[in-house]
C-alpha cells in the first residue's frame, strides 16, 4: 500500500510540486509525484520509517500558495519504485520561501542579509534570464563563478539542487549605495546591513531611493498621495490587519509565495484621509524588499510607497549592482468570497508550458508562444533566438514581429476568449463568452472556431455633443442645460470632444474625478457602502453598446445631484446587467453550455458581484494559470 497526500490546486506551474519533489529527495525516499488538473498527488512508500520525517518538513516549510486552498490525504494500492526527479527548464519569479528568508536572516547563515538569497524554487531569478535553454552561461551571472560550497549545494539533494544561479557573500554580487558623490559597497554580510541600515534611515528622513531589486527597478518614497502605479508595500506582517480591511483569503494571499498585489480597502482612519478608501498593496517579495522592509520595521516604519519602473529615474539615493536585469509587470490579484483570479501580470504565469496545442507560433504583448516537442512554451520574445513554426497569429494591433508566408492578424478579444477554452480544455464544445478590456464584446465558440456574435463598437468623442442632443426627445434640453447652467461639465464635453479619450477616461472626466481612467471609476465605486444601484442606460443599437446614451445618462444623473459615488456603483451595477442579459440571451440561442468571462475590467469588485449574482445558474469559465486581462491573449493565439 501507498500513503497518498493530495495537495488541491487549479495553478498549473510545477513550482509546489518541484518543491515537494526536492524535500522528497533529501530524504531518499521513494514516491510517484504527479500534477493533474486541479490537484498534486504524492503517492510515498507507506512502509519506510523516514516517511514521517518527511511529511513533516513539507507541512513545516511548503511555500504557501494562494492558488493551493486544501490538502488531504489516504492510502493507495500499489507501491513506488524510485525516487522522484524534477527539471528546470525555465527561471520563476516568485516570492522568497520560508526556508530562503530563515536563512537571510540568520547570522550564521553564509547568505546573512545577502539580497540575491534563493532556492531552485523561489525567488526573482527571471530578471537575470538572458535566453533558452535556462543554464548559467545564458544568464546574467555567466561570468561570476560558484564557489565550491555553492556549486556542491547545486549537485546535492534538498532544495538547491540544480539551482542556476546559486550564490553566496563568498562568490556573489556586490552592491553599491550611491547618495550625490558619495558610494558605499557591500559584499559581506556587515557591509550589506549596513546598507539597508542607511537605506531605511534615509527613508524616513524624507528622501528618496531608487533600488535595483532581483524583481527590477523599484522607487521608495514616502509620500501623502500614491501617484497612479504606485504601491503600499507593507513591511510589518503584525499590523496588516491594523491598516486594512482584509478577510482571510487576501491576508494568506499577501504573505503567499506569489506575493501578489491587491486592491484592498483601508481601515485606518489617518491612511484614508492620506491615501483615499482603497489602495494597491503589497508585501515583500525578494531579497533586496524584505531586508529594506525588515529595516523599516526596526525604525518603526510600517509602510512605505514604491513604483516600478523599467528604466532608472533620479532620486536621492541609489541602490545598484552591475548586472542587467529583464523586467515584468507584477501579477495583480483578484479575490471576491470564494473566486480568486490573476487580473493582470506576467509574473508568475510566466514562463510557462501548456502541454497541448498547434504548430502555431503566437505573438502578443512582448509574449510567445512557441511549439516543441513537450507542447507550448510562453515567454517573453526576447529570450527565444528562433523557432520553426507552419503559422504565425499575431494581435492586429501590433506591428508584425516575423516574416511568415503563413502570418495571421488576430483580435485581443478573440485570443482572449480561447485562452480560457483552451486552459479548460472545452474543444469541441459551445461556448459564448463576453470580453471586456475597453469595449465590450461578446463570441461565441461552435466546437471549431470562434465567431463575434456582437463585435466591440469603438468608442469616440469626436461629435458627441451633438449626438446628444439627437439622441432622443428631450435631449436638447439636456445638453441646453449643460451649455447655460452648467460651464464647467460642459467643458469636459468639449475635452471629451477634442482629445483621443476612452470611454472610461470620458466618464471619470464627466464623474468629476481626480483619476481619470477606468481605475479611477473603480475606485470610486468601491467608496459605496450601501445596496442597490440606479440603472444607467446601456441602450443597444443592433445588439452593440451604446456610449453616447450610456454618458448622457450619467450627466443626467449628475445634474440632478447624484454624486460620483453612487454613479460610480451603478455604472457597474448596470454593466453588470448589461452583460448577464446579453450572455444568457446568446447561450440560449446557441444552445452553448459554459459561459467565459476574460479582459481585466471584469476585475472589479462591483461589476463582478453582480454578474455573479446574476449568473449564478451557470459556472463561470475564467482563467485559472494565466491573467484575465491581455497577457492572456499570447495563449489563445495559439489556437485560433
Known amino acids: 500500500m501507498a500513503f497518498a497526500l493530495e495537495l488541491i490546486t487549479p495553478f498549473s506551474q510545477p513550482t509546489i510540486k518541484n518543491y515537494v519533489i526536492s524535500i522528497i529527495r533529501s530524504f531518499g525516499l521513494k514516491a510517484v509525484v504527479h500534477q493533474q488538473k486541479n490537484k498534486i498527488i504524492c503517492a510515498f512508500d507507506k512502509s519506510d520509517e523516514k516517511l514521517q520525517g518527511c511529511l513533516e518538513v513539507i507541512a513545516n516549510t511548503l511555500p504557501a500558495s494562494c492558488f493551493m486552498s486544501s490538502s488531504q490525504h489516504y492510502e493507495l494500492e500499489g507501491e513506488p519504485e524510485s525516487i522522484p526527479d524534477f527539471d528546470v527548464e525555465y527561471p520563476p519569479s516568485l516570492g522568497l520561501c520560508p526556508s530562503c528568508q530563515k536563512e537571510m536572516f540568520d547570522p550564521s547563515s553564509k547568505r546573512y542579509y545577502y539580497p540575491f538569497t534563493h532556492c531552485t524554487h523561489c525567488g526573482g531569478q527571471y530578471g537575470f534570464f538572458e535566453k533558452y535553454p535556462y543554464l548559467r552561461e545564458n544568464t546574467a551571472l555567466k561570468y561570476l563563478v560558484p564557489c565550491p560550497v555553492c556549486e556542491e ?102 504573505l503567499s509565495i506569489e506575493r501578489p498585489i491587491l486592491h484592498v480597502a483601508l481601515k485606518d482612519e489617518a491612511l484614508r484621509e492620506t491615501f483615499g478608501a482603497s489602495v494597491d498593496v503589497k508585501y515583500p517579495d525578494e531579497g533586496f524588499s524584505i531586508l529594506l522592509a525588515k529595516e523599516l520595521s526596526l525604525l518603526g516604519i510600517d509602510f512605505i510607497a514604491y513604483t516600478s519602473l523599467e528604466e532608472p529615474c533620479e532620486a536621492d539615493f541609489v541602490m545598484d549592482f552591475d548586472l542587467e536585469l529583464n523586467h515584468q509587470s507584477d501579477m495583480r490579484l483578484f479575490i471576491n468570497k470564494d473566486i480568486k483570479f490573476i487580473a493582470s501580470g506576467e509574473r508568475v504565469s510566466f514562463p510557462s508550458r501548456l502541454a497541448y496545442g498547434a504548430d502555431t507560433l503566437s505573438i502578443a504583448h512582448g509574449l510567445v508562444g512557441i511549439r516543441d516537442e513537450r507542447g507550448v512554451l510562453f515567454d517573453q520574445i526576447g529570450r527565444f533566438e528562433s523557432a520553426s513554426t507552419l503559422k504565425v497569429n499575431q494581435l492586429d494591433s501590433e506591428t508584425p514581429a516575423v516574416e511568415s508566408a503563413n502570418f ?171 452583460f448577464s442579459e446579453l450572455l444568457t440571451e446568446i447561450k440560449g440561442k446557441t444552445k452553448a453550455t459554459d459561459i467565459v468571462l476574460c479582459g481585466s475590467y471584469f476585475a472589479g469588485q462591483s461589476l463582478f458581484s453582480r454578474l455573479q449574482r446574476n449568473l449564478k445558474a451557470t459556472p463561470i469559465l475564467m482563467n485559472r494559470s494565466y491573467p484575465i486581462g491581455k497577457e492572456n491573449c499570447v495563449v489563445g493565439g495559439v489556437f485560433l
Open 153 to 254: 549545494e547545486s549537485k546535492s539533494f534538498g532544495r538547491r539542487e540544480k539551482q542556476v544561479l546559486n550564490s553566496c557573500h563568498s562568490c556573489g554580487i556586490p552592491v553599491k549605495l550611491i547618495h550625490k558623490d558619495k558610494e558605499r559597497y557591500a559584499n559581506d554580510a556587515g557591509s550589506f546591513r549596513t546598507l539597508f541600515e542607511v537605506a531605511a534611515k534615509a527613508l524616513r528622513d524624507g528622501k528618496t531611493l531608487l533600488m535595483k531589486t532581483t524583481m527590477g527597478y523599484r522607487l521608495f518614497e514616502r509620500l501623502d498621495k500614491l501617484p497612479q502605479g504606485s504601491v503600499l508595500m507593507l513591511s510589518n506582517a503584525m499590523k496588516i490587519t491594523d491598516y486594512c480591511s482584509l478577510i482571510n483569503d487576501e491576508f494568506n494571499a499577501l
Open 408 to 578: 495571421h492578424p488576430i483580435s485581443a478579444d478573440e485570443a482572449s476568449f480561447m485562452s480560457v477554452i483552451a486552459e479548460h480544455n472545452k474543444f469541441g464544445t459551445k461556448v459564448v463568452g463576453a470580453y471586456f478590456e475597453g469595449e465590450p464584446s461578446f463570441l461565441y465558440y461552435d466546437g471549431k472556431k470562434v465567431i463575434r456574435v456582437v463585435p466591440p463598437k469603438h468608442f469616440s468623442g469626436s461629435g458627441i455633443i451633438e449626438e446628444m442632443r439627437g439622441l432622443r426627445e428631450g435631449s436638447d434640453r439636456l445638453i441646453e442645460s449643460v451649455e447655460k447652467n452648467h460651464p464647467q461639465l460642459h467643458e469636459i464635453l468639449m475635452r471629451i470632444e477634442n482629445s483621443n479619450v476612452n470611454l472610461f477616461e470620458a466618464t471619470a472626466m464627466i464623474l468629476g474625478l481626480p483619476e481619470e481612467s477606468f481605475e479611477g471609476v473603480v475606485k470610486e465605486a468601491l467608496k459605496f457602502i450601501g445596496k442597490g444601484g440606479l440603472q444607467i442606460d446601456t441602450k443597444v443599437e443592433d445588439n452593440r453598446f451604446n456610449h453616447v446614451a450610456f454618458l448622457a445618462s450619467i450627466i443626467s444623473y449628475r445634474l440632478a445631484g447624484v454624486g460620483s459615488v453612487y454613479l460610480s456603483y451603478s455604472i457597474f451595477e448596470s454593466f453588470g446587467d448589461y
